[in-house]
Antibody, heavy 121, light 107 residues
Framework: QVQLVQSGAEVKKPGASVKVSCKAS????????MHWVRQAPGQGLEWMGR????????NYAQKFQGRVTMTRDTSISTAYMELSRLRSDDTAVYYC??????????????WGQGTLVTVSS | EIVLTQSPGTLSLSPGERATLSCRAS???????LAWYQQKPGQAPRLLIY???SRATGIPDRFSGSGSGTDFTLTISRLEPEDFAVYYC????????FGGGTKVEIK
């Protein structure tokens, strides 16, 4: 069965960086895009970007350009999302979610359990 | 960026009633790349509908999606107790975006 298991909760100070991991199992990791979506407390869903685990190619939402970096390690079927220059309004639950086999051809059908990132001085 | 506007913000209904949720896009959604998700408190979103009208694996047939272009609808034919949740639409083309959500609450 498809599973996405994310790393644990983080507390960071403003200006720091955070790196969240997402370990995939139950399917061919390099065959499906991986997306990252966040949700601030009591708010809606916000798409951050996606990575093609096969090529390493990325596509980021304009809002996060220059602050987010998505990478992967195919040897351990794990995707990473690093967000830098953290601000208090980056406090949110960050989700990884599996996409389709092609660029933009399928929504996110399996989701990780979420990682709470708290930014506080 | 395609902006998705969901309405109403909150829908108060009783179990057994029909729910109709709307999602309007600021420009045409290509190839009907429109999805609907359900989210319950403390849980990750769950994919319900993709391609505007196709049910995802394991989704009951009381959930149906329709629409094209800029206007889309999610219909729950008869609300079950487990259907009270927040619903989001998403266009998942070149640069995905989500709507603000509709909360379906028990009346």
């Amino acid at each position: 069965q498809v599973q996405l298991v994310q790393s644990g909760a983080e507390v960071k100070k403003p200006g720091a960086s955070v790196k969240v991991s997402c370990k995939a199992s139950g399917y061919t990791f390099t065959g499906y895009y991986m997306h990252w979506v966040r949700q601030a407390p009591g708010q809606g869903l916000e798409w951050m970007g996606r990575i093609n685990p096969n090529s390493g190619g990325t596509n980021y939402a304009q809002k996060f350009q220059g602050r987010v970096t998505m990478t992967r390690d195919t040897s351990i079927s794990t995707a990473y999302m690093e967000l830098s220059r953290l601000r208090s309004d980056d406090t949110a639950v960050y989700y990884c979610a599996r996409g389709g086999t092609g660029y933009g051809d399928y929504p996110q059908d399996y989701w990780g359990q979420g990682t709470l990132v708290t930014v506080s001085s | 960026e395609i902006v998705l506007t969901q309405s109403p913000g909150t829908l108060s209904l009783s179990p057994g009633e029909r729910a109709t949720l709307s999602c309007r896009a600021s420009q045409s959604v290509s190839s009907s790349y429109l999805a609907w998700y359900q989210q319950k408190p403390g849980q990750a979103p769950r994919l319900l509908i993709y391609g505007a009208s196709s049910r995802a694996t394991g989704i009951p047939d009381r959930f149906s999606g329709s629409g094209s272009g800029t206007d889309f609808t999610l219909t729950i034919s008869r609300l079950e107790p487990e259907d009270f949740a927040v619903y989001y639409c998403q266009q998942y083309g070149s640069s995905p975006t989500f709507g603000g959500g509709t909360k379906v609450e028990i009346k």
